[in-house]
């Protein structure tokens, strides 16, 4: 079993900035893939930001130069950095993970969501 815990969220103003942890453990031969997805009230759950195992990051357009994703050197650890938060970006947060397992067996694993809430 993987398990995916996120933190970090919270109640944050227009402009502020909050940063996401999300740590990975369990059965896990290799994290193939991370990303952090969000869901709005109303709304599909969308793509935010990816990293690949070689430090590839790719970024959804209403993100884009003010998120930041990145892993620690064991790479079971993902962060989100946020800047200039607009009320738009308000959504449960969740972190995602492609991984393999000591068995070489492929999943895919959602954390639990973490709330970020920006007031205006």
């Known amino acids: 079993q993987v398990q995916l815990v996120e933190s970090g969220g919270g109640l944050v103003q227009t402009g502020g900035s909050l940063r996401l942890s999300c740590a990975a453990s369990?059965?896990?031969?290799?994290?193939?893939?991370m990303g952090w997805y969000r869901q709005a009230p109303g709304k599909q759950r969308e793509l935010v930001a990816r990293i690949t195992n070689d430090g590839s990051t790719s970024y959804a357009e209403s993100v884009n130069r003010r998120f930041t994703i990145s892993r620690d050197s064991t790479k079971t650890t993902m962060f989100l950095q946020m800047n200039n938060l607009t009320p738009e970006d308000t959504a449960v947060y969740y972190c995602n993970a492609d991984v393999l397992t000591r068995q070489v067996q492929g999943g895919n694993y959602w954390g639990q969501g973490t709330q970020v809430t920006v007031s205006s």
């Open positions: 369990g059965n896990i031969f290799v994290i193939k893939e």
